[in-house]
């Protein structure tokens, strides 16, 4: 009989392998210690595979990394340490699904209609790129054409040497940057996906705007496999019900972990606390984009390869339903930035004026939640605010209103419910300390 001996964890991971499908079937690497670093090598999440139907999921993420002692019922505090682009072009665009070249979701079950009217294998068929445009996709087997979606109106876009500034471009200059797509993009060997720039596609020339780069995955896998673009509460209700093999019941939902976010503050400086689901947690990352207004109202953005360096932290303990975020401090709401101790010496002698005492120290914290629609997402993430806090969700949405904000991440379903906090909720929570160094101790109190 051959013993399998334990791996010793390590103080540094680097991933550069991908997979389409997150949850406890994945290969984990690592372990890492407790403290330690993982540094990814992330792909574009978004628009590349959905461009590449053997993709399971129309995202291309990293393979998760095992966190040595984490268990099912604790969290994982992800401290963005680092995060570098890589590409140096990508295109994106407003889409629709190609009718008939996929089963209940072109993201998740591509097929080739060709095949399947001949009785051959259809689903996820290998493809080659052959020109440019929608229709480059080819089946590998018959040659027609299999991209499950259509850019309806899209752009090329180039960025400068410090990643800060970019600009879309012209047809000509597309086709140009298409040539060569892999190097463009940044693809690494281990990527099965086509570069998105094949598309070649430039309806919007001449465009400027600010780079600010933040990961739209970033955290645990699920306690059931999930297609990683469906591992949220919006996206994943596409699952409910679906005819293809990833198809889930409603209570199988929610067992994901809702870290395809695509918020604009997951980005370096920022902290994300995740759930564990599975043993060792299995942290992911991918689906990093140069850019991404509030909303995503294009569905789709600036999807890049980068460089992604975050430290790992156990909390023992807290049991979460979905992430935490403590983004960095400029991108608190006006309401919900930490008082200053000129602020709090007004409101205690406000309070004291009006015999009333002042509830103590408060501090910011963002619960996230997701579903089918943004209300549905808006009363997810109250009701998580609610159970973690230990207060009704009334009190939830009065905190909310008047000394917070509800922030839409992505539609159709993704928000941060904002919340100032008395301090000793986050020290039961085992937060506290985490919270105070993002924002520092509360002043004046």
Known sequence: MTQTLPVAALDHVVVDRYTDIVGPSNEMLGPVRDGGRIEYLTVPGCWGPMITPSIRSGHEVTLPVRVEGAKVGDAVALH????????????????????GHF????????ICPTCRDAGRHFLYPD????????????????HSEVNPFHLV??????FDDPKGIGVTVTPERAQEIGRDGRAWVGLTAQSRQHPVVAMATADLVGLMTRCR??????????????????NCGDFGAFLVGAEHEFAVTEEQLELRTDVHMDIDSVREGSIVIVPVKVDGAGIYAGDVHAMIGDGEVAVHTTDIGARLVVRVEIIKGLALDGPILLPPA?????????????????????AEANRT????????????GSGPFINAAADNGIARAAKLLGMTENEVKNRATISGAIEIGRLP?????????????LERMGIDHLVEAQYGKAAGW
């Not at 995060?83 to 190609?98: D, P």
């Not at 493809?127 to 018959?142: I, M, N, P, Q, R």
């Not at 005492?357 to 996230?368: A, D, H, K, S």
């Open 80 to 99: 963005v340490e680092k995060l570098e682009q890589v590409s140096r072009a990508t295109s994106s665009g407003v889409t629709s699904n190609w009718d």
């Open 103 to 110: 089963l209940s979701d072109p993201f998740v079950a591509g």
């Open 127 to 142: 493809t080659y790129l052959d020109g440019f445009g929608e229709g480059a996709v080819k089946c590998s087997t018959c």
């Open 153 to 158: 109106e899209g752009y090329t876009m180039v």
């Open 213 to 230: 780069i933040s990961a739209g995955n970033l955290g645990s896998i699920p306690a059931i496999d999930l297609p990683s673009s469906h």
């Open 330 to 350: 400029d991108d608190l709401p006006f309401l919900a930035r930490p008082f200053t101790a000129s602020e709090v010496t007004r409101a205690k002698a406000l």
């Open 357 to 368: 005492r002042l509830e103590g120290p408060v501090l910011p914290i963002q619960v996230l």
């Open 413 to 425: 379903g993704f928000v941060q419910v904002n919340l100032l906090v008395p301090r000793e909720r």
